[in-house]
């Protein structure tokens, strides 16, 4: 029997067991342990140091790129995505490379925090293993200084720190993002935890330049 042929049986047998599609029934036997989190995914943790302080809230990472308080004089009304993104690489396109021979020109930093808002209470703090990158510090407190491990609030299980969602930020008439001109400007964010972002690399990519 060749292959293909026994995987078509082992399909037709289970579709005769559970009187569906083995990919449906497959489907159904529980949520995706790829990618990232389902949107609104809940996770309950506890404040280490007040153990009857306990939170029920949806998880994202925060980035924030070398420089990208640029943002805090400025409201969209008043400048673009664009004109914004112009000034800020000009002060951070090789401010790296000149204090260190391992970065090249157009390498930015990108600053990685853990945020949630629940309820009563939010959090905004640094997250567990942050890859090192040139000329970085890393502080020794991170998320897990303060609070327990979170677990899915539905199976119990311990969070999966690569699969946290990295927001979407925005520089428009709806969000004044801190930073939120990168992604208007590329159409891009980066990956959970990425160290550095190219400038130069970017904007090439994205037909600016």
């Known amino acids: 029997m060749t292959r293909d042929r026994a995987r078509k049986n ?16 497959r489907r159904k036997s529980g949520p995706s342990v790829t990618g990232p989190y389902p949107p609104g995914t809940q996770w309950t943790f506890r404040n280490l140091r007040i153990p009857t302080m306990t939170f029920r809230q949806p998880l994202h990472y925060h980035w924030e790129p070398d420089g990208s ?53 939010g959090v905004f703090e640094g997250p567990p293993f942050e890859l090192p990158s040139p000329a970085s ?3 020794p407190e991170n998320f897990l200084t303060f609070f327990s491990t979170p677990r899915h609030a ?46 130069r690399d970017l904007a090439r990519i994205a037909g600016l330049s």
């Open 154 to 199: 539905e199976t119990g299980e311990p969070i999966n720190w690569l699969r946290l969602p990295v927001l979407d930020l925005g520089w428009n008439s709806h969000h004044d993002d801190k930073g939120g001109f990168v992604q208007e400007v590329l159409g891009w964010k980066p990956s959970p935890l990425q160290a550095i972002m190219n400038v």
């Open 10 to 25: 082992a399909i037709r047998e289970r579709m005769a067991t559970t009187g569906e599609p083995y990919t449906a029934a």
């Open 69 to 121: 308080w640029i943002t805090d004089d400025y409201l969209p009304e008043d400048i673009s995505a664009r004109e914004l993104w112009n000034q800020w690489v000009k002060r951070v396109d090789t401010r790296l490379s000149s204090k260190t021979d391992q970065a090249r020109p157009g390498d930015v930093i990108i600053s990685w925090y853990v945020t949630g808002q629940g309820q009563e209470q």
């Open 137 to 139: 510090y890393t502080s």
